[in-house]
Nanobody
């Protein structure tokens, strides 16, 4: 099983940058064997996958809404997944969640991820 803890959220102004971190701990399997994704959910909106990365880091996905601005990466030696967010916009405001899956390839639907963190709030003011 996997426990995930997000950090790095906060209140920033449009155009600012923020880096989210997801610290993972596992039982039975190493964190490096789990593919991970970053999701966000704004009030009244469905949970949306913004980025995902395979367990090896060799395959990534990023949503059209964040392409060129957000970058997902991982450091398996530190059991940590990152989401670097640049050029933030007010529409990026949401609770951001880290999720993990045993799938070897990237996944973009919430139902594909059995393990979730508690979320971290990102608020971007105009």
């Amino acid at each position: 099983q996997v426990q995930l803890v997000e950090s790095g959220g906060g209140l920033v102004q449009a155009g600012d940058s923020l880096r989210l971190s997801c610290a993972g701990s596992t039982s039975g399997r190493t964190f490096g064997t789990y593919s991970t994704g970053w999701f966000r959910q704004a009030p009244g909106k469905e949970r949306e996958c913004v980025a995902a990365i395979s367990w090896s880091g060799g395959s990534t996905y990023d949503a059209d809404s964040v392409k060129g601005r957000f970058t997902i990466s991982r450091d398996n030696a530190k059991n940590t997944v990152y989401l670097q967010m640049n050029s933030l916009k007010p529409e990026d405001t949401a609770v951001y969640y880290c999720a993990a899956s045993r799938n070897a390839v990237v996944a973009t639907f919430p139902r594909q991820y059995p393990y979730w963190g508690q979320g971290t709030q990102v608020t971007v003011s105009s």
